[in-house]
């Protein structure tokens, strides 16, 4: 079936350092994908968006592009900071409207 | 500002009690969802919703139900809570396919 795949981690950086989380998906068609960040406490927050095969979505720093043929796609951030410290979703929609989440990847970052 | 807001917080009850979850969103979404977020499970879909009068099941269905009266509000209920459902439970809504979920802050939910 339908599933998305990303590295669980826990993945720690120092501050400045580059980051990137590895996310791939299966389906079939071409889905709407997403990364999400839940901060500790909180629910889910889109980041970022892409819609069709190259687009590239980005917000705070953080970009991703989706490669339709790898079926990735991949975050990253040139230099992370202290507060970029939380938990990252990749995702992806489905014709009803259903969004399949992948595990999720915490980042902490220090200092 | 459009939201979506769940109540209460946190809450702790016993095993076999009915507990009633609430969630009201100010997007005039016509999409609503519940999943529960565990450790090692990430988010499972419970019930979900595509208008008023309208319910689905999700993957973990069974112990719970949902109803739709109105397009802002979607409550969830645990029949008679078990300590399995101890989790944080969170609500989202959406404006259609393709479209990003909004969540909302969640309820932190355990059953002794």
């Known amino acids: 079936g339908d599933s998305v795949t990303q590295m669980e981690g826990p993945v720690t950086l120092s501050e400045e350092a580059f980051l990137t989380i590895n996310c791939t998906y299966t389906?079939?068609?071409?889905?709407?994908l997403f990364w999400y960040v839940q901060y500790p406490g909180e629910g889910l927050q889109l980041l970022l968006k892409a819609t069709k095969a190259d687009d590239k979505g980005s917000n705070k720093g953080f970009e991703a592009t989706y490669r339709k043929e790898t079926t990735s796609f991949h975050l990253e951030k040139g230099s992370v900071q202290v507060s970029d410290s939380a938990v990252y979703f990749c995702a992806r929609g489905t014709s009803y409207d259903k969004v399949i989440f992948g595990p999720g990847t915490s980042l902490s970052v220090i200092p | 500002d459009a939201e979506i807001t769940q109540s209460p917080r946190h809450k702790i009850t016993e095993t076999g009690r009915q507990v009633t979850l609430a969630c009201h969103q100010t997007w005039n979404h016509n999409n609503m969802f519940w999943y529960r977020q565990d450790l090692g499970h990430g988010l499972r879909l419970i019930h979900y919703s595509y208008g008023v009068q309208d319910t689905n099941k999700g993957e973990v269905s069974d112990g719970y139900s949902v109803s739709r009266s109105n397009t802002e509000d979607l409550p969830l209920t645990l029949e008679s809570a078990a300590s399995s459902q101890t989790s944080v439970y969170f609500c989202?809504?959406?404006?259609?396919?393709?479209?990003?979920?909004?969540f909302g802050d969640g309820t932190r939910l355990s059953i002794l």
């Open positions: 389906a079939t068609g071409y889905p709407s």
């Open positions: 989202a809504s959406s404006e259609g396919p393709g479209q990003p979920q909004h």
